[in-house]
């Protein structure tokens, strides 16, 4: 029987000093933020199989020449190509693609 007289106290004496706190939170939001409801929801994150990967970049780069290989999204680049400049927009596209953790290059230039 004490509990209960203890305990109503204790809860309404709680909620008396929550409701300022809560109501500070309330206040300081910024009101042009969109809120929870209205935020676009998170990407779902899809790992897309090594071949499917190498045939992405292989069709990304557009170069007969050189060949895609991915291992766990790390692809390799191998083949000839005429530049530097070749070569830097052949990793470049080939980052670019979906699953592509990163790149590694095997490229050489044509002497």
């Not at 106290?9 to 309330?26: H, K, M, N, Q």
């Not at 557009?62 to 400049?85: F, W, Y």
Request: hydrophobic share 40%.
């Amino acid at each position: 029987m004490k509990a209960r007289h203890i305990l109503l106290p204790a809860v309404i004496a709680t909620a008396f000093v929550a409701t300022p706190v809560l109501a500070d939170d309330y206040l300081r939001q910024d009101p042009t933020a969109p809120s929870a409801s209205q935020q676009a929801p998170a990407p779902v994150s899809v790992k897309a199989d090594d071949g499917s990967i190498s045939s992405q970049v292989e069709a990304a780069v557009a170069n007969d020449s050189i060949k895609a290989k991915s291992k766990d999204g790390v692809v390799t680049l191998k083949g000839k190509v005429d530049s530097r400049e070749s070569a830097d927009a052949a990793i470049q596209r080939a980052s670019t693609v979906p699953g592509v953790v990163s790149v590694k290059s095997e490229l050489k230039i044509k002497s």
